[in-house]
């Protein structure tokens, strides 16, 4: 399946898988993973989805793994760990103090409210969190990752309501990009969402200002590709029956 | 430097901050972006380049929030958290 879509969409790295294990129950969970590569050091959430898919290798580790699992000792960055649901965020994030300071807002009552409007799970309610490549694939992902140019993200948007018809209506505003909009966001909502990523994203990591993404929940993912190849299958007008033409 | 307990729901702050003296041209703006006032602007002694007068040290990188804002604002790309950009 991963090959298809490369192939179909031209996609310059594959997507990659992620599989987030709740804190109820971790350790059975955490066991299954033990044998897979931890970083080396700490690294944000979009680094580390970076280094999977191949783009670079920030997990300190001599070799570019293709699967990391990832604690909340290991993340670089807060807003993706607390987003992520590992623990709460910190003060000045919360209260919108941070981004205020950044200029991206006039007061600080506007930059908390957008704060808050981040998805996000549970304080806590995370234990680990899975990153892979998509064709080395431990386990069946929660959240698929897919990169590419506005062209071959716009090439998702069809084949994900063909069978049903409708629109997507997108969860975005570039800011966490990767953690919130692009696997929180998907799971909360149970329907893909489309990021332009973010400028922590394209600071740390995604260095390619062409790219951008979809999330799209795993259990749709199979769905999706099939209806993205079997597009080319829908019958010309010519070959409908008569009373259809 | 105190890790962050697997679970726990709160945030310990605490990082590694380094940086790159040849590269910082004290511009402030890791100071002025912080919210937990890691950084302070010091003068160099004996410097003569007035574009090198100053320059930014990591005061107290055990408030660190891992927000990531000084990293996103350094033009100069002087500034490393736990030896990343
Ligand atoms: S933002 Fe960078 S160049 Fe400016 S003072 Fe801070 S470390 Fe130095
Ligand atoms: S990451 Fe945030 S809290 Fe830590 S030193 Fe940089 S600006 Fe300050």
Redesign the pocket.
């Known amino acids: 399946m991963t090959d298809q879509i490369v192939k179909k969409l031209e996609l310059k790295y594959e997507p990659v898988g992620i599989y987030l294990i709740p804190a109820e129950h971790a350790e059975r969970y955490e066991k299954f993973f033990e044998n897979f590569a931890k970083p080396n050091g700490r690294l944000t959430y979009c680094q580390a989805v970076d280094t999977v898919r191949g783009a670079a290798n920030y997990s300190k580790l001599p070799e570019r793994p293709d699967v990391l699992v990832l604690k909340a000792k290991d993340f670089l960055c807060s807003a993706g760990a607390a987003n992520l649901g590992f623990y709460n965020l910190p003060e000045p994030i919360k209260n919108g103090e941070r981004d205020f300071l950044l200029r991206r807002f006039p007061s600080i009552e506007t930059s908390k409210v957008t704060r808050e409007m981040i998805p996000h799970f549970e304080a806590g309610s995370t234990s680990s969190v899975v990153v892979f490549k998509l064709s080395k694939a431990p386990v069946d992902p929660h959240v698929v990752l897919v990169f590419g140019n506005p062209a071959q993200i716009l090439s998702l948007e069809g084949p994900y309501v063909m069978k049903t018809g409708g629109r997507l209506e997108i969860d975005v505003l570039g800011t966490c990009g990767v953690c919130a909009e692009m696997t929180v966001s998907p799971l909360l909502n149970r329907k893909m969402n489309l990021s332009t990523l973010c400028g922590g994203a394209r600071s740390h990591a995604f260095k390619d200002p062409t790219e951008m993404g979809a999330g799209i929940p795993g259990i749709e993912f199979p769905e999706l590709v099939e209806n993205l190849l079997a597009r080319q299958n829908i019958p010309k007008r010519q070959d409908l029956t008569k009373e259809l033409q | 430097m105190e890790a962050i307990k697997t679970n726990s729901v709160e945030f310990i702050p605490g990082a590694t901050i380094t ?1 790159d003296d040849d ?9 002025e972006v912080c919210p937990e006032d890691v ?1 302070e ?1 010091v003068r160099r002694p004996g410097e003569t380049d007035p574009n090198k007068e ?3 040290v990591a005061v107290a990188p055990e408030k660190c929030i891992l927000c990531l804002s ?1 990293l996103e ?4 790309d ?2 490393y958290i736990d030896g990343q950009q």
């Open positions: 940086i590269r910082c041209i004290g511009c402030k703006k890791c100071v950084y602007l100053f320059k930014s000084c604002i350094c033009a100069k002087a500034i």
